[in-house]
């Protein structure tokens, strides 16, 4: 990779879960000094096993609704990766209040304390679910929609907040819009799963899986592996090349906002492959995949039920900008990162 961070110390919020604990592991193989703080709201232990057997790592085991335990948490902190959340949309519309204390009281928290500890750089995990209701394909980033969940909401609520911090405070903030993120150790259970490891876990056991809707529904799955590579380049691609191939992005992109040679460093980025898979797709690929391990599998057929409130119908990124700015490159397909999860799943789950 052109720009990775290395011998720095990181706070890394939310790293317990699935995506903050693969991104744990890849900073620690870069040998920076990594603090995680979580309150295994949906994270789990098991997920650090690897992370704990090394000295560079430190638990702390707290809520970023208290900012005192933020405060202690960033200090002498270079970078901050902010993936600590409540995600999910049917969450969200079940119990609003807590989404939206820990998506944004939390999130204020530790961009807050991260500016006055002096961090670097802001990084945080934002969300595809910000285009809202806008119909365009490809999604680019400066076009959105309106909110259809009190999650999407949240989580734009903090763009403008970073946004905000940037300009008055001068911290630099890169949101990464991840686009449903897949692969190994996103966990398969509870009421809240994401669709990939809920379609391997029926099939594991051999029960049918529901699709919500008739399937045609589409979205840009996009692997783990790819994930960390954006949050990596966020963090270390330097301000004065960033701000560089910002000002050459807008020119040549209609509808940019014009860029501040003086303001601090504050974009979104698309995290994604640039691809969109069906359901029934979906739901195919993860039969072939699973039934190579398991032939019984390829006979097992699925259930189509109403679509869920809050969902948009389809989505897939244009990754230009991360491409230009950030120098993206995502090695896997959803093809090549469902061979690894599925891979991954039956060492782990069957
Ligand atoms: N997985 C996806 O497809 C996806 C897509 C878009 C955005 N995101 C965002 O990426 C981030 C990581 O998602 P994930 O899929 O790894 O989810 P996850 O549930 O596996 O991880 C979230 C982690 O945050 C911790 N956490 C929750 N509330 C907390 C609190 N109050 N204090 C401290 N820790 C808390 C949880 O215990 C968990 O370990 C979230 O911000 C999520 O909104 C994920």
């Known amino acids: 990779m052109p720009y990775e961070i290395k011998k720095q110390k990181v706070l890394v919020t939310g790293g317990a879960g699935f995506i903050g604990s693969n991104l744990i592991d890849s900073l620690l193989s870069h040998d920076n000094t990594v603090i995680?703080?979580?309150n295994f709201s949906t994270g789990s232990?098991?997920?650090l096993t690897s992370a704990q057997k090394n000295p560079k790592f430190t638990l702390l085991e707290g809520d970023i609704r208290d900012g005192e335990v933020c405060k202690k948490?960033?200090?002498?902190?270079?970078?901050?990766f902010h993936q600590a959340a409540l995600g999910s949309v049917p969450r969200s519309i079940a119990d609003p209040i807590t989404s939206t204390e820990v998506n944004i009281l939390g999130f204020v928290n530790l961009l807050f304390v991260a500016q006055e500890a002096g961090a670097k750089r802001f990084i945080y995990a934002a969300s595809s679910s910000t285009y809202g209701d806008h119909q365009?394909?490809?999604k680019v980033e400066h076009v959105i929609g309106n909110s259809l969940s009190p999650y999407a909401i949240t989580k734009y609520v903090d763009e403008l907040f970073a946004k905000n911090f940037s300009d008055i405070y001068g911290i630099e903030t890169v949101g990464l819009r991840y686009f449903n993120v897949f692969g190994r150790r996103q966990d398969p259970n509870g009421a809240y799963a994401a669709v990939i490891p809920k379609f391997?876990?029926?099939?594991?056991?051999?029960?049918?899986?529901y699709i919500n809707g008739d399937g045609t529904?589409?979205?840009d799955f996009t692997y783990i592996d790819n994930v960390i590579q954006a949050n990596q380049l966020a963090a270390a691609v330097p301000t004065e090349l960033f701000k560089e191939r910002m000002k050459e992005y807008q020119s040549n992109m209609e509808g940019v906002p014009e860029v501040i040679e003086e303001a601090a460093i504050s974009e979104v980025f698309n995290v994604a492959f640039g691809e969109r898979t069906s359901l029934n797709e979906l739901a195919e690929a993860i039969k072939k995949g699973l039934s190579k391990y398991d032939p019984a599998i390829a006979d097992i057929s699925f259930q189509y039920g109403p679509n869920r409130p809050g969902d948009v119908a389809h989505s897939m990124a244009s990754i230009q900008?991360?491409?230009s700015i950030l120098g993206y490159q995502p090695k896997?397909?959803?093809?090549?990162?469902?061979?690894e999860a599925c891979a991954w799943y039956w060492e782990n789950l069957k």
Not at 200 to 209: D, G, I, R, T, W
Not at 332 to 339: D, E, N
Request: hydrophobic share 30%; net charge positive; proline share 5%.
């Open 73 to 80: 948490a960033v200090e002498g902190c270079d970078y901050v």
């Open 332 to 339: 896997y397909s959803f093809q090549t990162g469902l061979k």
């Open 45 to 47: 232990i098991h997920n």
């Open 321 to 323: 900008k991360g491409k």
């Open 217 to 219: 529904n589409s979205r």
């Open 36 to 38: 995680c703080l979580d």
């Open 200 to 209: 391997v876990s029926s099939l594991l056991a051999h029960k049918s899986p």
């Open 136 to 138: 365009a394909l490809p």
